[in-house]
């Protein structure tokens, strides 16, 4: 599935490490302070204090940071977009969150396991045949789970050797939106009316193919998200398209990102990844996952949940101030004032202790957990506006990696160095693996015996 150059437009044209550069910034210069990306000035927040203050519901409120209302004519006042008095929000965040339940989720398990079956079939290929490219297959992964549980359909990520033109179409208008709130002007004027074009074509290619899923929907027994939002009399059309789109751009991106960090992580810490599969042998045995087995990886959950300290694949979100206040009896904002969490930054809060740079799932354990500030850790955002993908995103990501490492050897190259791609997301880029069958191998092994 590597070496092909399918995913040209999952490169980062905007190629930066803003958020990664301002990580480090905050150590000096933190709890709150500024940068500009381009055009765009961001106001930072760093500290637990602070961070568990803008919780407050009362007195904050989630921003739509230009960042993402820059989707707005892709994706509208989707869940993502709205804002929060919006009765809109309100709504339609009712309709999705029953697309989220146990009971749910346990419909969306079949499919996932389905798509995972494609992925090792891909990667059963790769076996011994040169590496694999983690981002590329994790992000095709996620994006074939979200579609399969939000519409019941497959993109054929698997299949093409191209990206699928809704992918495509996808990622390229997410870049323009981001470029035009984020380049100066005279650049932006300097991309010039060929990428507006493009960037017009792209939204209403989105739009038939979103708009012919919906039509072609016919049977009403599907329990998919499609299927609670049709069967929701208060969402019209074009409020579903909003939300398919929002959707597929809120939680492909974010979970590929966490399955490729989770895996980078695995492949470098021996003694994780050699207790991470002791427990997938010991709890799933050798059949295919049932829903109660995935959640009961314990200790592969602590090893998710701190990848995503580290690495968080949402690098922040936006909290404005109600009214006029002063945050940390030191920071005086205006009623409107916005202040951007950086996740990576307070993930490395002086709470975590000396070594925040060390990755040790140890930290997750129960009375850890609880010895830490409740707001020291905000990896899916905050309060109402919080991710309602959080344990489909959990689910699916202990359900491949435990798929994947229960099957294969992976080795990564030793002289390869994390290198983070950002977008609206972080994601690993570069980072291959080396595939063998773990079974094989031990047979090998017990081959090579005298
Ligand atoms: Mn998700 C909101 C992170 C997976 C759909 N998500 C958020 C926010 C963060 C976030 C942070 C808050 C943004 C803000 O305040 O501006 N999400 C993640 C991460 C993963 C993730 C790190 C995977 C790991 N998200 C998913 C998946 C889906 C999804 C999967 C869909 C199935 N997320 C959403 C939606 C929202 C959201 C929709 C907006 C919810 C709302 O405001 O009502």
């Given at each position: 599935?590597s070496?092909?150059d399918?995913?040209?437009?999952?490169?980062?044209?905007l190629?930066?490490?803003?958020?990664?550069?301002?990580?480090?910034?905050?150590?000096?210069?933190?709890p709150?302070f500024?940068?500009?990306?381009f055009?765009?000035?961001?106001?930072?927040?760093?500290g637990?204090d602070?961070?568990?203050?803008?919780?407050?519901e009362?007195?904050?409120?989630?921003?739509v940071?230009?960042?993402l209302?820059?989707?707005?004519p892709m994706?509208?006042?989707?869940?993502?977009t709205?804002e929060?008095?919006?009765?809109?929000?309100q709504?339609a965040?009712?309709?999705?969150?029953s697309?989220f339940?146990?009971?749910?989720?346990?419909?969306?398990?079949?499919?996932?396991?389905?798509v995972?079956d494609?992925l090792?079939?891909?990667?059963?290929?790769a076996?011994?045949?040169?590496p694999?490219?983690?981002?590329?297959?994790?992000?095709r992964t996620?994006?074939?789970?979200?579609?399969a549980?939000?519409?019941?359909q497959?993109?054929?990520?698997?299949r093409?050797?191209?990206?699928?033109?809704?992918?495509?179409?996808?990622?390229?208008?997410?870049?323009?939106?981001?470029?035009?709130?984020?380049?100066?002007?005279?650049?932006?004027?300097?991309?010039?009316?060929?990428d507006?074009?493009?960037?017009?074509e792209?939204?209403s290619?989105?739009?038939?193919?979103?708009?012919?899923?919906?039509a072609?929907?016919?049977?009403?027994?599907?329990?998919?998200?499609l299927?609670?939002?049709?069967?929701?009399?208060?969402?019209?059309?074009?409020?579903?398209?909003h939300?398919?789109?929002?959707?597929l751009?809120?939680g492909y991106?974010?979970t590929a990102g966490a399955?490729a960090?989770?895996?980078?992580?695995?492949?470098?810490h021996p003694?994780v990844?050699a207790r991470?599969?002791?427990?997938?042998?010991?709890?799933?045995?050798?059949?295919?996952?049932?829903?109660?087995?995935?959640?009961?990886?314990?200790?592969l959950r602590?090893v998710?949940?701190?990848?995503?300290r580290?690495?968080?694949?949402?690098?922040?979100?936006?909290r404005?101030?109600?009214?006029?206040?002063i945050?940390?009896?030191?920071?005086?904002?205006?009623?409107?004032?916005?202040m951007?969490?950086?996740?990576?930054?307070?993930?490395?809060?002086?709470v975590?202790?000396?070594?925040?740079?060390r990755?040790?799932?140890?930290?997750?354990?129960r009375?850890?957990?609880a010895a830490?500030?409740a707001?020291a850790?905000?990896?899916f955002?905050?309060?109402?506006?919080a991710?309602?993908?959080?344990?489909?995103?959990?689910?699916?990501?202990?359900?491949?990696i435990?798929?994947?490492?229960?099957?294969?050897e992976?080795?990564?190259?030793?002289?390869?160095?994390?290198?983070i791609?950002e977008?609206?997301?972080?994601?690993?880029?570069?980072?291959?693996?080396d595939?063998?069958?773990?079974?094989?191998?031990?047979?090998d092994r017990?081959?090579?015996?005298p």
């Open positions: 599935m070496g092909t399918d995913n040209a437009a999952d490169r980062p044209v190629a930066t490490t803003f958020m990664q550069d301002s990580v480090r910034v905050s150590q000096r210069e933190g709150v500024q940068r500009t990306l055009n765009l000035d961001f106001t930072f927040v760093s637990v602070l961070v568990a203050e803008l919780a407050d009362q007195r904050f409120v989630k921003h940071y230009p960042n209302a820059s989707l707005r994706v509208g006042d989707g869940l993502l709205a929060t008095d919006d009765p809109h929000w709504t965040h009712g309709v999705l969150a697309g339940t146990q009971q749910a989720m346990r419909r969306h398990h079949p499919r996932m396991v389905a995972v494609d090792t079939r891909a990667w059963d290929r076996v011994n045949a040169g694999v490219d983690v981002t590329d297959d994790m992000t996620a994006l074939e789970i979200i579609a549980a939000g519409f019941g497959s993109l054929g990520a698997f093409l050797n191209q990206s699928h033109p809704f992918v495509r179409a996808l990622t390229e208008t997410i870049l323009h939106c981001i470029r035009r709130v984020t380049l100066p002007p005279d650049i932006g004027v300097l991309l010039g009316r060929r507006e074009h493009r960037y017009a792209n939204v290619r989105l739009n038939a193919i979103v708009d012919d899923i919906i072609a929907r016919h049977d009403t027994e599907e329990a998919d998200l299927a609670h939002m049709l069967s929701a009399r208060s969402l019209d059309r074009r409020a579903i398209r939300q398919i789109i929002t959707f751009a809120a991106e974010t399955l960090f989770t895996l980078y992580a695995l492949a470098t003694d990844l991470a599969r002791d427990e997938v042998d010991e709890v799933w045995g050798e059949q295919s996952p049932q829903y109660e087995q995935v959640a009961g990886l314990r200790y602590r998710i949940d701190e990848s995503l580290l690495w968080p694949s949402a690098p922040g979100y936006a404005r101030a109600r009214t006029d206040t945050l940390g009896g030191k920071y005086p904002m205006r009623a409107g004032d916005a951007f969490v950086l996740i990576p930054a307070l993930h490395r809060d002086p975590w202790g000396r070594d925040v740079d990755f040790d799932p140890d930290r997750f354990l009375d850890r957990v830490r500030p707001h850790y905000k990896p955002g905050s309060g109402v506006r991710c309602i993908g959080r344990q489909f995103a959990l689910h699916q990501i202990a359900l491949v435990g798929t994947l490492i229960r099957r294969y992976m080795r990564s190259d030793p002289a390869y160095r994390l290198r791609q977008a609206l997301t972080m994601r690993p880029a570069g980072f291959a693996l595939l063998a069958l773990r079974k094989e191998s031990a047979d017990r081959r090579s015996l």
